[in-house]
């Protein structure tokens, strides 16, 4: 395992870190959170978006693997058997399979499982890594903590690379993730404010006419309403709603909006009456 400078940072330069560059191929979600595509562009490489890895093809330019279960911002959890069909995708082709877990403790309707779970990896970690954050789990998202573990060997290299790159996380971050990463109770009562919080915006939502895709785990509904994302954008707005709309996180998602579930509960109060 190794301390990140949060988890954003990571994303954004585990390409270049990893000496992907011009001439590699680094595979993406059709739908994702838009820095995955910032880190292959720093790196030079090209970018495929793809939830079927058969669309890929056999091509061996495939140097990097992204992942991110719970998604953000679909909320959609991936089973075992398909996470362990990506690993096994990338071995074959000499490919790093790197999946982001921040929303790793937020499942409702699913139970996550990370990539590094014996039932994906059989307890090989080779070539695999995952990302994780404190700033969801934690709240501590100002604290910018977070860390990667798996491979050994990869691991390794990100660590001679990064302490020379000035990439170290200062020593009372590190402490404070110590303090929370030990420490479950916080946990499950973050667990629970975001549970009111999503069942009645959910419920809200709903009755509004929006239909609710995915969502089983995370802080957000990956809400529609049957129309481009930037019109229901417009129509939450005249009601003093803030959404992120779909279009950010790749052309397939431009019918769906991202509701989150943080902001306090006084103002998802608000949300819910406005709503309904």
Not at 236 to 256: K, N, S, T, W
Not at 261 to 271: F, K, M, P, S
Request: glycine share 10%; hydrophobic share 45%.
């Amino acid at each position: 395992m190794l301390p990140t400078i949060g988890s954003k940072e990571l994303v954004a330069w585990l390409p270049t870190l990893l000496g992907v560059g011009p001439g590699d191929v680094v595979v993406i979600p059709s739908v994702c959170y838009p820095t995955y595509e910032v880190g292959v562009r720093l790196a030079g490489a090209t970018v495929i978006r793809s939830d079927s890895l058969t669309a890929v093809g056999p091509t061996p330019r495939v140097k990097l693997v992204w992942i991110n279960s719970p998604s953000n911002p679909t909320g959609k959890v991936l089973p075992v058997d398909h996470l362990r069909k990506v690993v096994d995708w990338g071995r074959e082709r000499g490919a790093v399979v790197v999946s982001d877990e921040c929303y790793l403790s937020l499942g409702w309707e699913a139970r996550p499982v990370s990539v590094l779970d014996d039932a994906v990896t059989g307890g090989d970690y080779t070539g695999v890594l995952a990302v994780h954050s404190l700033s969801k789990r934690s709240n501590l998202a100002g604290y910018r903590a977070g860390f990667v573990g798996g491979d050994p060997a990869l691991v390794g290299e990100l660590l001679a690379i990064r302490k020379h790159a000035g990439m170290i996380v200062p020593a009372p971050v590190q402490a404070a993730m110590i303090a929370a990463l030990g420490d479950e109770t916080h946990v499950a009562a973050q667990r629970d404010l975001y549970a009111a919080r999503r069942d009645s915006l959910r419920t809200a939502l709903t009755k509004a006419g929006f239909e609710i895709s995915h969502s089983e785990a995370g802080l957000y509904l990956w809400s529609t309403r049957g129309e481009d994302s930037w019109q229901t954008v417009d129509w939450l707005a005249e009601r003093g709603i803030l959404a992120a709309p779909g279009a950010f996180y790749g052309p397939a998602a431009d019918r769906h909006v991202r509701i989150a579930l943080t902001a306090t509960d006084e103002r998802v109060a608000a949300a819910v009456t406005r709503l309904t």
